[in-house]
């Protein structure tokens, strides 16, 4: 898998706000799909996950909902802190073959 | 969650020398792992997968003679880049699988050339 190099959008949020970040993937046959939060000269930090078989899944602040009909993932993020800004990926994996695709990623600004 | 170490952080280096990131799994054994390059403001870019006990794969216009891969172990794969120039400098990020498909990154390693 490769991810191509593009310029990141920005979601700018107030603190205490709930962030939706989205990401479209490219495969329909994906089944198995993460979110990863990068923050600022670091490597990539799990989040969340979730198989092709739920359309939800909740953690500890955040949800990701998946939408096959329309190939298409969101974070939700609740309460959002200055601790979440970030930058956040979703990536796609194909038959658990660790082909991992990343999206573009957006990066998520919290304001005080 | 399992951990991968990445080694050095950061590395500043003259053109024409060559540099060695190591990518270490602490705590489970990978037979693949995964490098990547990253510019500033963009997404990842996977560079090669690393097989241990083969030849790495590499991704379409990745010179394989410029960034060389070696797989010695179940728990560490390095990462060469051969005679740096200044456009080589980007960061630099592995991954190893555990559990057969979460993905757990190094921090990454900062490369300058001079």
């Known amino acids: 898998g490769e991810s191509v190099g593009l310029h990141l959008p920005t979601l700018s949020v107030q603190e205490g706000d709930n962030s939706i970040i989205n990401c479209a993937y490219s495969?329909?046959?994906?089944?198995?799909f993460i979110w990863y939060k990068q923050e600022s000269g670091k490597g990539p930090q799990f989040i969340i996950d979730i198989r092709s078989n739920m359309d939800k899944r909740q953690g500890q602040r955040v949800t990701v909902l998946l939408n096959k009909t329309v190939k298409h993932l969101s974070l939700q993020i609740a309460a959002t802190q200055p601790g979440d800004s970030a930058v956040y990926f979703c990536a796609e994996i194909l038959n658990a073959g660790n082909m991992l695709t990343f999206g573009g990623g957006t990066r998520l600004m919290v304001k005080p | 969650g399992a951990v991968v170490s990445q080694h050095p952080s950061r590395v500043i280096c003259k053109s024409g020398t060559s540099v060695k990131i190591e990518c270490r799994s602490l705590?489970?054994?990978?037979?693949?792992m995964f490098w990547y390059r990253q510019f500033p403001k963009q997404s990842l870019m996977l560079m090669a997968t690393s097989n241990e006990g083969s030849k790495a794969t590499y991704e379409q216009g990745v010179e394989k003679d410029k960034f060389l891969i070696n797989h010695a172990s179940l728990t560490l794969s390095t990462l060469t880049v051969t005679s740096a120039h200044p456009e080589d400098s980007s960061f630099y990020i592995c991954s190893a699988p555990q559990g057969g498909e979460k993905l757990f990154f190094g921090s990454g390693t900062q490369l300058s050339v001079l």
């Open positions: 495969n329909s046959a994906s089944d198995y």
């Open positions: 705590d489970f054994q990978a037979t693949t």
